[in-house]
């Protein structure tokens, strides 16, 4: 799909919309953008300072009408379909006015200079947030959360930002909404992680190579844009940002309180020109399944310890969980709950909040296949042991305040030593079931859970196997919604992924729901089955360790794909840990990648979009 995307510039509870006529010469732009179902961007600066007039105003001032009709605004159009992002906080300093002053650092700079941060800050979390940059997007955020408004991307003001200082932005953002300083003449989005960059795992940079109609040049810009964008190649977005006031003098405000909105304007003829290229309109996320979120170093777990997702589920707040990780530290055969958090949209206070023993001396054996399920349905996360040398499975049961409490062997069955374990909801009762699966016969068996243990085995008739491929990948998911988990085989030497459906309990090929002679994807080395639009359908996750792209292919009910925009290149390269987790119980899956080769480890994170973006 072509796209096309459109940002209105400067929007600030002042200037130019502080009059109430002009606040609803603005709604009239937002009902006009709407009724074309055409979504749109604000590019909100959160408090508006004129020291000329002698004005400062927020978004939070209550006792100020003129605050408050400007906050009412916002609410409206984000219900008309905006998507907020953050133009910095004042958007300028020192004697400076909103929107035309500076509020970064830049050379040349002759008055109204703003301060430049130490390149220290650049590398040192504890500098960094002691930084000019950070304090200043700490402050847009917190004001923004106060006003009940959701940031999900930032753009600097004018672009400006010195090198530290556009370091320390891209640490504490996953998703600029602006052209990239490091490719000035790229027009498409882009994924930018520089390797010297310790404290980011990357930031999106989404241009606007079409730029925008100055006001001092409005028919010329305008003839500009809708030239340009009849050369424009369909694979770059037609993006430009427009300043809305241009269009006042093109509204006319009726007597019955509805408003003439003339169709010569600049931005409908630009608007017109877009769409006669055949492109749509979409939101800045539509670029990526997945925004690069914390990035934690100097972690307490090393290398030889044991990681697994735990995340909360859909439901009500008594039985969702708070997104964390379970630990297995090997050396002293302790369990830990590492609790993360992912509610800033400011990524560098995201991350790990606290880690604490849950379960010691579990179990007395050492060894075993740790896995995490609910497998008594109480809608808390269970650990199950697996010893595949003897046919056992153990559990621990998660109780209510977070901790874990052994239940003793769940399955002792030796006639299935040796074979490949798995947990998931097979019978569809909210009780997580063990699969058993020997990969050289292809032979499953079934221990449906009872609440207070796994039944014996039942043999499946079918064999889970396909010869041409001896070693394919195994995954467990519900890929068609009807409550089952069915399996999915991934076979990396010819690229084909085969589902087989789950009828009760028995598995029924439905052969292949995705295959591709796309050399493109041939390098997967990794794949995950999970939900990432929170649909009710698990959808096919596909990694390229080498390159750091990461796929994602819908699932329809019935088939996977066509592959999405791919994510990356993120993290290329690194022998990393790959979780799925669910945070805040959403029903999405986001990324976590857990990197044990580095000295001290490193633990990075990419947020589900559609958890960011709230106009979804």
């Known amino acids: 799909m072509a796209k096309a995307l459109i940002r209105l510039e400067d929007i600030s509870p002042g200037g130019w919309y502080e009059t109430e006529e002009q606040q609803a010469k603005l709604l009239v732009i937002a009902n006009e953008l709407h009724t074309q179902s055409i979504p749109f961007h604000l590019a909100v600066i959160p408090r508006y300072i004129d020291p000329a007039r002698g004005i400062d105003r927020s978004l939070t001032d209550l006792d100020d009408p003129v605050s408050v009709r400007f906050l009412r605004l916002l609410h409206k159009m984000v219900r ?16 400076a006015t909103t929107g035309d002053g500076f509020e970064f650092t830049y050379d040349g700079c002759l008055h109204d200079c703003p301060p430049d941060d130490a390149p220290l800050a650049a590398s040192s979390r504890r500098e960094l947030t002691r930084s000019y940059a950070y304090r200043r997007l700490s402050l847009a955020r917190k004001m923004m959360e106060q006003a009940g408004l959701t940031a999900v991307w930032f753009e600097t003001p004018h672009y400006t930002a010195s090198p530290v200082q556009r370091r320390i ?16 003449n790229l027009n498409n989005a882009a994924l930018f992680s520089p390797p010297e960059h310790s404290l980011s795992n ?58 003439q909105y003339g169709p010569s304007s600049p931005l409908k003829r630009i608007i017109s020109a877009i769409k006669s290229t055949g492109r749509t309109f979409v939101h800045v996320t539509s670029f990526m399944p997945f925004i690069p979120d914390f990035r934690e170093r100097s972690l307490p777990w090393s290398n030889g310890d044991r990681i697994h997702a735990m995340a909360g589920r859909p439901g009500s707040q008594e039985t969702r969980q708070e997104a964390a990780l379970l630990i297995r530290k090997l050396d002293s055969a302790t369990w830990y709950r590492a609790s993360l958090t992912a509610n800033s949209l400011v990524k560098i206070d995201n991350g790990l909040c606290s880690m604490r023993p849950i379960l010691a001396g579990w179990p007395e054996n050492a060894g075993g296949q740790e896995m995490v399920g609910d497998v008594n349905g109480d809608g808390i996360d269970d650990i199950a042991l697996w010893y595949p040398q003897l046919g056992q499975c153990h559990i621990a049961l998660g109780t209510a305040e977070g901790g874990m409490r052994p239940s003793g062997v769940w399955l002792c069955a030796p006639d299935y030593a040796d074979w490949d374990a798995y947990v998931g909801d097979f019978d569809g009762d909210g009780r997580d079931d063990l699969l058993l699966w020997n990969r050289a016969s292809g032979l499953v068996a079934l221990a449906f859970s009872d609440l207070h243990g796994f039944r014996q085995p039942l043999l499946q008739t079918e064999r889970i196997q396909y010869d041409p491929d001896p070693n394919p990948a195994l995954d467990i998911g519900d890929v068609n919604g009807d409550g089952l988990d069915d399996l999915v085989l991934w076979h990396p030497s010819s690229g084909i992924c085969e589902v087989w459906v789950n009828q009760g309990g028995r598995f029924i090929v439905e052969g292949n729901w995705y295959g591709t002679d796309a050399p493109l994807l041939r390098g997967i080395t990794s794949f995950r089955v999970t939900d990432v639009d929170g649909d009710g359908y698990d959808d096919l996750l596909l990694i390229d360790r080498s ?55 490193i633990l990075d994170a990419a947020i589900n979009t559609l958890d960011r973006d709230r106009t979804t």
């Open 80 to 95: 008309l379909g905006a998507s907020l992002g953050v133009h910095g906080y004042t958007h300028q300093y020192a004697n």
């Open 202 to 259: 990357g930031t999106y940079y989404v241009p606007t190579p079409l730029y925008y109609v100055a006001g001092d040049n409005i028919e010329g810009d305008v003839r500009r844009i809708r030239q340009t964008v009849q050369e424009l190649p369909l694979t770059e977005p037609a993006s430009f940002f427009y300043h809305p006031y241009l269009e006042f003098p093109y509204i006319e405000p009726q007597a019955d309180g509805t408003a």
């Open 169 to 184: 932005l891209e640490s504490c953002c996953g998703l600029m909404y602006e052209t990239s300083p490091d490719a000035p």
């Open 547 to 601: 390159q750091g792209f990461w796929y994602v292919l819908y699932s329809s009910g019935t088939t996977f794909g066509p592959e999405a925009r791919p994510f990356g290149p993120w993290l290329p390269g690194k022998e990393a840990v790959l979780l799925a987790l669910d945070f805040g119980g959403s029903g999405r899956a986001s990324l976590l990648a857990w990197s044990p080769d580095q000295s001290d480890g």
